[in-house]
């Protein structure tokens, strides 16, 4: 079953009963506290914490999503992707888990002939919330088991971490249960999601919207702040990952809409997928950025060094040099894969198509200028590798880190990268220390020049006491969500 067909399937099972179908809201967050969207709730927030009125109680959405967290998992584990699609159905105050519960069964088990998925039975395993046997949701737990027949030794149990539901950002959350698939022994070891999570696939998330939580650090730190007006449901359902299952394939950057911009990038670099694990990660990446870098810029991102801007630059700088590891050269491809990016979606997405010319400008722009950060870089990074590996050490100076970044453009993500994959890290700490050097010198000769006196030595103080300020520029930028 091809993407855009589980997607219909999908909303028109809700609307049949009585949900509203909402079209998919912009990438860039309008929600403050976000940067880009990673859960098909955000444009409702609103509605679950009372804010705002919903036109609607019931409502279902095929919601665009990009988690930049998951960057580092992408084409190592089967089913993470930066941008992928979330499948909801929501309540606001309406129906709560006696009939969510039910609705994502019925729809995942209903045969293909009538408008479900087709999936067996006898291939989900269900999990709820519990932190032990006497804190556990047994309100679920007993609709999974009595109401829709699920065996007791197929519901699992799971803690705050996985089965506690939070934006990590403060706003509404709630207990939830979700729904796996279970790909067979081949894929791994026996005994449910909580023995193996590879072999177990999470599919569906079902949140029992109820609680809203405030500001505090971290997700366990979250206080809970007391009850939300209404008890709402919100459910996300990985579309990349229900198509994977759905087409038999192995892994989300084989489906229909991704498969083939990986086909794409094999042919133009002369590799064969599935032959060299290495290479086949940098397929799988390059498939999966070069996807998200197109639905960025067609909402309208552009790259640049911060905040929504950086999310891009960075996704389409990883495509671009995983190209490079399979051997790109000097050639350009970008172009290429954009154009089979844009065709793969268009389907789904007609406003890739009419967006073609401006979507093409931007990324190949950004390709060119980044070709030519790497040619002159990689040379100086080469070096210094080389430097340190000479002296038998494992760590490259934060002072090269620094210089690669400053003189040559290299963003410390590059550098921690391309050193990984020479088995080297990187002195972060010194580096940091070096930036944040950099940045107060910047505002002391700004300060300077405004007042005519190039006396800096009350700067330099100051730099002495806050010198070792953090550098938090990767994860600033990165909207918080799991
Ligand atoms: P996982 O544990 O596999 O990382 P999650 O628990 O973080 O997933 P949720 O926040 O529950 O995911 O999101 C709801 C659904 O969205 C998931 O059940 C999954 O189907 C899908 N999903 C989440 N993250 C990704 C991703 N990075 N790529 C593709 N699909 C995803
Ligand atoms: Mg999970
Ligand atoms: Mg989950
Ligand atoms: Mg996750």
């Given at each position: 079953?091809?993407?855009a ?16 179908v ?6 860039i ?54 941008f ?7 309540s ?16 995942l ?9 087709g ?5 989900l ?7 032990d046997?006497k ?6 737990r007993?609709i ?12 699992q149990?799971r ?6 539901w ?11 249960s ?11 070891r ?7 999570e ?29 009850e939300?007006?209404a ?28 498969y083939?911009?990986l086909?794409r ?23 999966d ?9 067609n ?6 060094n ?14 671009i ?8 050269g ?8 954009t154009?089979t ?44 590798a ?15 880190a620094?210089?690669?970044h ?15 994959e ?13 930036m ?15 007042s ?23 994860d ?7």
């Open positions: 079953m091809e993407s067909e589980i997607v219909r399937r999908f909303l028109r099972f809700f609307e049949e009963r009585g949900h509203t909402v079209p998919s809201a912009n990438l967050a309008e929600d403050p506290t976000l940067l880009l969207v990673p859960a098909g709730m955000v444009p409702f927030k609103p509605y679950f914490l009372g804010q705002q009125k919903p036109p609607y109680t019931k409502a279902a959405s095929a919601q665009k999503c990009v988690r930049t967290p998951d960057i580092d998992e992408v084409g190592k584990t089967t089913r993470h992707a930066t992928f699609q979330m499948l909801g159905n929501f606001f105050g309406d129906y709560f888990k006696e009939q969510a519960i039910p609705y994502g069964w019925e729809l088990t209903r045969p293909e002939s009538e408008g479900g998925f999936i067996p039975e006898s291939k395993w269900v999990t709820v919330y519990g932190d046997e804190v556990i949701d047994t309100e679920a007993d999974w088991h009595k109401k829709v027949g699920v065996p007791l030794d197929r519901i149990r803690g705050m971490v996985d089965n506690f939070s934006m990590g950002v403060p706003g509404p959350c709630g207990p939830c979700e729904i796996y698939f279970d790909r067979g022994p081949e894929y791994g026996e005994g449910g999601p909580n023995a193996d590879n072999r177990y696939i999470e599919l569906w998330n079902l949140v029992f919207m109820q609680y809203e939580r405030g500001p505090g650090p971290g997700k366990e730190g979250y206080p809970i702040l007391g939300l007006p008890k709402n449901i919100d459910t996300g359902m990985g579309l990349e990952r229900l198509a994977a299952v759905l087409q038999g394939v192995d892994n989300i950057y084989e489906i229909d809409t991704t083939k911009i086909d990038a094999a042919e133009l670099t002369h590799t064969r997928y599935g032959r060299d694990a290495r290479a086949d990660v940098s397929l799988r990446v390059v498939a950025h070069v996807r998200s870098g197109v639905m960025l810029v909402d309208g991102v552009m790259p640049g911060e905040g929504r801007g950086y999310v891009l630059r960075r996704i389409l700088r990883r495509a040099r995983n190209l490079r590891l399979l051997g790109a000097d050639d350009r491809y970008m172009h290429e894969l154009d990016a844009i065709a793969a979606l268009g389907e789904q997405y007609s406003e890739l198509r009419t967006d073609a010319g401006r979507i093409h400008t931007v990324i190949d722009a950004e390709e060119a200028s980044f070709l030519s950060t790497l040619r002159t870089g990689t040379a100086i990074f080469d070096a210094a080389e430097e340190t590996k000479r002296k038998g050490a494992k760590t490259l100076g934060g002072d090269q620094f210089q690669l400053d003189t040559y453009g290299f963003p410390i993500d590059l550098t921690l990268e391309m050193a990984a020479q088995g080297l890290s990187v002195d972060e700490e010194g580096f940091r220390r070096l944040a050097e950099q940045r107060q010198r910047a505002k002391a000769d700004a300060a300077a020049k405004k005519g006196n190039a006396d800096i030595t009350a700067y330099a103080d100051i730099l002495g006491s806050h010198g070792n300020s953090l550098f938090l520029g990767y600033m930028v990165s909207a918080e969500a799991s």
